[in-house]
T-cell receptor, first 115, second 112 residues
């Protein structure tokens, strides 16, 4: 099966600029996640979608970050305006609907550098 | 408040020997635990999992042990191979329907 697709792979922007990341999950996976991984840390959840509804966005800095999954498939994550501390790898993951537990499948991430 | 802790940032092991990676958690509601492996410039890849109803799960060279009373789990790799060199993340969730919480990772180097 095709994996989770993310683009772009790398992005360099200046602070106060805006940026958007795109994710296409594994076909049939209803649950989609965006994680932020800062260098030397483990991935931290930003937002979780179930189909096109938000399940958990408690750790999303909503003053500057937004995410959508309009048709329950692809998703975009936007940062506007970016700050230096937003430099990180942004990972998208997907999983089957959770009846019991199922592992997350991650994309290769987008490495964002804010200068 | 770090709910999942991997206290060893790095570990070096000789090829053919056992690698033991450790993980501690603080949230007693966690009942599903996973290990992920991450190579540079790639996303984390699922390796093995265990639910709280078990204390051991084995898959080939990889075995995960869970000690619920100590809130501790470990990943054993036997025998270790150079291709196992990567960063290993421990992750946990509660009731299988909450987002995974990750540790900071342990970098394993397997020396030939």
């Amino acid at each position: 099966e095709a994996g989770v697709a993310q683009s772009p792979r790398y992005k360099i922007i200046e602070k106060r600029q805006s940026v958007a990341f795109w994710c296409n999950p594994i076909s049939g996976h209803a649950t989609l996640y965006w994680y932020q991984q800062i260098l030397g840390q483990g991935p931290k959840l930003l937002i979780q979608f179930q189909n096109n509804g938000v399940v958990d966005d408690s750790q999303l800095p909503k003053d500057r970050f937004s995410a959508e999954r309009l048709k329950g498939v692809d998703s975009t994550l936007k940062i506007q305006p970016a700050k230096l501390e937003d430099s990180a790898v942004y990972l998208c993951a997907s999983s089957l609907p959770l009846h019991g537990a199922s592992p997350l499948h991650f994309g290769n991430g987008t490495r964002l550098t804010v200068t | 408040d770090q709910q999942v802790k991997q206290n060893s940032p790095s570990l070096s092991v000789q090829e053919g020997r056992i690698s033991i990676l450790n993980c501690d958690y603080t949230n007693s509601m966690f009942d599903y635990f996973l290990w992920y492996k991450k190579y540079p410039a790639e996303g984390p890849t699922f390796l093995i999992s265990i639910s709280s109803i078990k204390d051991k799960n084995e898959d080939g060279r990889f075995t995960v042990f869970l000690n619920k009373s100590a809130k501790h789990l470990s990943l054993h790799i036997v025998p270790s191979q150079p291709g196992d060199s990567a960063v290993y993340f421990c992750a946990a969730s509660s009731s299988g329907n909450t987002p995974l919480v990750f540790g900071k990772g342990t970098r394993l180097s397997v020396i030939a």
